[in-house]
């Protein structure tokens, strides 16, 4: 995890994730005991036929028995456009909404993170707001913009797209 996610590029504007080996190890103990309490939960994202991660998912409750919950996720560089976090990003929503039954997913994304916040519109959530100045990176206040998705809309892009593929 820390070769697939620790380098600057990922990292640039997103959370720090842990510098060395051991502090995954330690983020991964909390994400487990995070788990066990029903506050959050953390997804390693791997290639088919492979065991090394490279990316991550967390979905966090905001309100109890995450009917507004809140994910955010990170992708080795290497995999930068090759579709498989579009795959990955599917996956996790149609859990959430249809298993975890959460009602609202929001999105936090530095405003300068073009990347991240080109694959959460692309995934139909709505930009809500600009949190101004509100995250803090390498001495920095930077803006984020909030972003929202509400169930009843991920269902009906989902059906839209299940139409689309069918028709030929």
Known sequence: ?????????????ISPPPPTVEGFEKFIAWTIRQRHEGKSIAYGMTIKGSDTV?????VRSITPGFH?????????????GTGVFMDAAHLVLDFAFDTLHVHRMEA???VRNGRGNGALQKL??????????????HGVYLDQACWAL?????????STAREVRVVH
Do not use: H, N, Y
């Open 108 to 110: 936090k994304a530095a």
């Open 54 to 58: 490279i990316g991550l998912f967390q």
């Open 68 to 80: 507004t919950a809140e994910w955010g996720f990170a992708l080795s560089s290497a995999f930068w």
């Open 1 to 13: 995890m820390l070769a697939s996610l620790g380098s600057a590029e990922v990292t640039r504007l």
């Open 150 to 158: 509400l169930v009843d809309t991920w269902r009906e892009r989902r």
């Open 124 to 137: 139909g959530m709505l930009q809500e707001a600009v949190l101004r100045r509100s995250f803090l990176r």
